[in-house]
């Protein structure tokens, strides 16, 4: 069976930071890209950030500079590290697992993060 179980998640004040992190269990981790996608209220999931098996990431233009992602795969964990975050970061942040051109596909259950003082 294979769970993505995402922990981090919190209230944060602006220019704050959060580390989030994704522990994975039931599939060969090492050979996923994983990805941290966000949706707030009223808007539609985006990708945020993702690290393919190979190590190369990417990041959505809004992020860039303050959110870092990163992996283990001795812990078949995934992290995301995100600083001077915004009141417009706030939203429910979900990991992601795929393989092979999406044929495998697996998500978290979401971890809200809200950014507000």
């Known amino acids: 069976q294979v769970q993505l179980v995402e922990s981090g998640g919190g209230l944060v004040q602006p220019g704050g930071s959060l580390r989030l992190s994704c522990a994975a269990s039931?599939?060969?981790?090492?050979?996923?890209?994983m990805g941290w996608y966000r949706q707030a209220p009223g808007k539609q999931r985006e990708l945020v950030a993702a690290i393919t098996s190979g190590d190369s990431t990417n990041y959505v233009d809004s992020v860039k500079g303050r959110f870092t992602i990163s992996r283990d795969n001795a812990k078949n964990t995934v992290y995301l590290q995100m600083n001077r975050l915004k009141p417009e970061d706030t939203a429910v942040y979900y990991c992601n697992a795929e393989a092979i051109l999406g044929r495998y596909q697996f998500w978290g259950q979401g971890t809200q993060v809200t950014v507000s003082s």
């Open positions: 039931g599939i060969i981790f090492r050979i996923y890209t």
